[in-house]
């Protein structure tokens, strides 16, 4: 079975450009989140989607901003970027957006801005 | 003890022995844990999970111990493998996210 799927694997970008992000999430969840990993550091909550609609937000600029569609799958968009948005950008998704229901990664997409 | 940035701690087992991961969390109403390990260029991957209704829980392998008065949360590997070297993170479910630890890296020696 094909886990998380994000695309692209990597990316290089210059500040002020945008970029999008995409995550295909595991055959039948519904809910997908995203998160920031920086460089040796655990990964940091942004978004989470669930039948499409925004479930949770982390503290994160209105910059970034996330959508789902009618086949659960997600987008991470991130606007104006600066230096500091680079790192790797995850994306998890689990059947459903309640409590006690395990969370399964992608591998992520390598964000770096020069 | 625990650091942040960089500086990641870690363990330093021999091949065989047991592995003991800690991580102390934050909240006291998280609900919900999750262990994850993460290799090289990878995402996080699933080890093992624990309600908060709950001290113990096994898989294959691992043992998570759930210490609610002190906030603190344990990963026991039997009889670790070369495999097992990655960096470690615990995951607290609070509100409506995972908040996820500092990570430690296991390094297993031959």
């Known amino acids: 079975d094909a886990g998380v799927t994000q695309s692209p694997t990597h990316l290089i970008k210059t500040r002020g450009q945008q970029v999008t992000l995409r995550c295909s999430p595991i055959s039948g969840h519904k809910s997908v989140s995203w998160y920031q990993q920086v460089l040796g550091q655990g990964p940091q909550f942004i978004f989470q989607y669930y039948e499409k609609e925004e479930r949770g937000r982390g503290n994160f600029p209105d910059r970034f901003s996330a959508r789902q569609f009618p086949n659960y799958s997600s987008e991470l968009n991130v606007n104006a970027l600066l230096l500091g948005d680079s790192a790797l950008y995850l994306c998890a998704s689990s059947l459903f957006h309640r409590a006690n229901q395990p969370q399964h990664f992608g591998d992520g997409t390598r964000l770096s801005i020069l | 003890g625990e650091s942040v940035g960089l500086h990641l701690p870690t363990l330093s087992v021999q091949e065989g022995d047991n592995s003991i991961i800690n991580c102390a969390y934050s909240n006291s109403a998280s609900d919900y844990f999750i262990w994850y390990k993460q290799e090289s260029g990878k995402g996080p991957q699933f080890i093992i999970d624990i309600r908060s209704n709950m001290d113990k829980r096994q898989g294959q392998r691992v043992t998570v111990l759930l210490n609610k008065t002190v906030k603190h949360l344990s990963l026991q590997i039997a009889a670790t493998q070369p495999g097992d070297s990655a960096v470690y993170f615990c995951?607290?479910?609070?509100?409506?996210?995972?908040?996820f630890g500092p990570g430690t890296r296991l390094s297993v020696l031959p």
């Open positions: 995951a607290e479910h609070y509100g409506q996210n995972f908040v």
